[in-house]
């Protein structure tokens, strides 16, 4: 199993659109990937979440 480190980007393209490849890879997440997690990292992703989307 490999292990990997999601970016924000790819986080927010997944819960967007469940066509593309940023779900694709959430989808293989332990199956074929370990993400690796921090705190630093969990905050970033809750300040990008919280963020208002220009649409």
Same mark, same amino acid.
């Given at each position: 199993m490999y292990s990997i480190v999601?970016?924000?980007n790819v986080i927010v393209a997944?819960?967007?659109s469940r066509r /593309?490849?940023?779900f694709a890879v959430l989808r293989q +997440? /332990? +199956?074929q990937w370990?993400?690796?997690i921090s705190v630093p990292l969990i905050l970033e992703y809750e300040a990008? /979440?919280?963020r208002r989307l220009n649409a």
């Open positions: 999601l970016d924000t997944a819960l967007r /593309g490849a940023s +997440i /332990g +199956i370990e993400p690796l990008v /979440g919280k």
